[in-house]
Nanobody, 114 residues
Framework: QVQLVESGGGLVQPGGSLRLSCAAS????????MAWYRQGPGKHREWVAR???????NYADSVKGRFTISIDNAKNTMYLKINNGKLEDTAVYYC????????WGQGTQVTVSS
């Protein structure tokens, strides 16, 4: 089993920055890929970014060039740095781990507003 706990959400002004964290515990050695998803008000959950254990990354077109996904293996923690926040980035952000099964965190709210 793998457990995930997100943190770091909050209020950010348009153009501002925020860093989300996703702390993993349990059978971490089984994790092949981790990712961030988000679900905005009245919208379906959408994929945001992905990182493999080898460090390869992929981003949705809507966040490419503004968001950065990374992993600190020593801390068993994945991060999502949000730069140049836009109103449409407002959502609950979820982290996900694929390890033969799939685990979701509980979500953290990000609100971009002036």
């Amino acid at each position: 089993q793998v457990q995930l706990v997100e943190s770091g959400g909050g209020l950010v002004q348009p153009g501002g920055s925020l860093r989300l964290s996703c702390a993993a515990s349990g059978s971490i050695f089984r994790v092949a890929t981790m990712a961030w998803y988000r679900q905005g008000p009245g919208k379906h959950r959408e994929w945001v970014a992905r990182i493999t254990t080898g460090g390869n990354t992929n981003y949705a077109d809507s966040v490419k060039g503004r968001f950065t996904i990374s992993i600190d293996n020593a801390k068993n923690t994945m991060y999502l740095k949000i730069n140049n926040g836009k109103l449409e980035d407002t959502a609950v952000y979820y982290c996900n781990a694929v390890w033969g099964d799939s685990t979701w965190g509980q979500g953290t709210q990000v609100t971009v507003s002036s």
